[in-house]
């Protein structure tokens, strides 16, 4: 939610409070008229109490109008989540609506409502790009929980609903290297090259994957394939100096790290201290390697329970 929106919302929270003290101002004069000593005592407190039902009532319609205004808010933009015709669709596709109350829900902050029913959306939708909708939608919900397991979920239920867009399975990809699950996360690599044989991120993940594992030709062999697909990225001339780095290779990680520089690489510095770090592995006696950037570790692979089921 923006910031206006959240600002709404302490205010909204704050305005109970403000209600409370003006009813309790206007308790206290009628419990002062009775018993005041004089009529211009009491004249005086009747005068404050309208003031204090006045205030009372002002907080009141401040407070239901900006209730309804935030309410208001939430499901125009739930509803332009839907799209150009997001009224018509709720009113012809039950999908559709289940999913129209799972964003409010999830707008509000009220995620287990949220899950509920955009889950409910997904389990009646059998048009792709409604299945996939609503994937996304859970995927900002387990993003906004922190829920990873979920998202794991998530990625792979997009796959499942779109195996041949080469986007969803490099995600799914990211997902299984980020969990250790590398022959998961190449396979969805290379089916990801299969329909996009010029897709750069999926060659640099499969080089990264080659390295983890010490498979170092094949990560060499992959980078330079993507040197020729996108020979100006500076990502892939940051990994070809690592590698070389890897591999006591001075001259040739100095270059590529010349190149990275050349080619916009956004942290110089972040590349310079990793290469510094592999350089003193490399070189020291008994060195254990926690000094390494984590992703270059020689970690053992998960084991993959659910190999190929992606």
């Not at 919302?9 to 309790?24: Q, T």
């Not at 299984?176 to 089916?191: I, P, R, T, V």
Request: proline share 3%.
């Amino acid at each position: 939610m923006s910031k206006s929106a959240d600002k709404n919302s302490a205010g909204n929270k704050l305005m109970p409070y403000f209600l409370a003290l003006a009813i309790v101002e206007g308790l206290f004069f009628i419990i002062y008229l009775f018993f005041a000593g004089d009529e211009s005592d009491r004249s005086g407190c009747i005068i404050g109490i309208g003031c204090a039902l006045t205030v009372a009532l002002a907080t009141a319609v401040i407070f239901l109008f900006r209730m309804i205004n935030e309410r208001i808010a939430l499901r125009r933009a739930a509803l332009k989540a839907l799209g150009k015709h997001g009224i018509r669709k709720i009113r012809s596709d039950e999908a559709a609506k289940y999913a129209y109350r799972g964003i409010v829900k999830l707008f509000q902050g009220k995620y287990p409502d949220a899950d509920d029913l955009l889950q409910r959306a997904l389990s009646i939708s059998s048009v792709r790009q409604n299945q996939m909708f609503c994937v996304e939608w859970l995927i900002k919900l387990y993003e906004a929980t922190e829920n990873e397991p979920r998202m794991l979920w998530c990625f792979r239920k997009a796959a499942e609903f779109a195996p041949d867009d080469p986007e969803v399975q490099s995600r799914l990809g990211h997902a299984y290297f980020a969990d250790g699950k590398l022959s998961n996360a190449e396979y969805c690599f290379e089916q990801a090259l299969k329909y996009d044989p010029n897709q750069g991120y999926s060659y640099y993940s499969l080089a990264k994957i080659y390295m983890v594992r010490g498979e170092e030709e094949r990560a060499l062999e992959t980078l330079n394939k993507l040197t020729k697909i996108q020979e100006n990225h500076p990502l892939v001339y940051a990994e070809l100096a690592t590698f070389y780095a890897m591999r006591n290779d001075e001259e040739k990680c100095r270059e590529n790290y010349e190149k990275a520089i050349l080619c916009g690489y956004k942290e110089p510095e972040l590349l310079s201290a990793r290469l510094t770090a592999i350089k003193q592995f490399n070189n020291a006696e008994n060195a254990t390697g926690e000094d390494l950037p984590h992703e270059y570790y020689r970690r053992i692979e998960k084991e993959d329970t659910d190999a190929g089921n992606v």
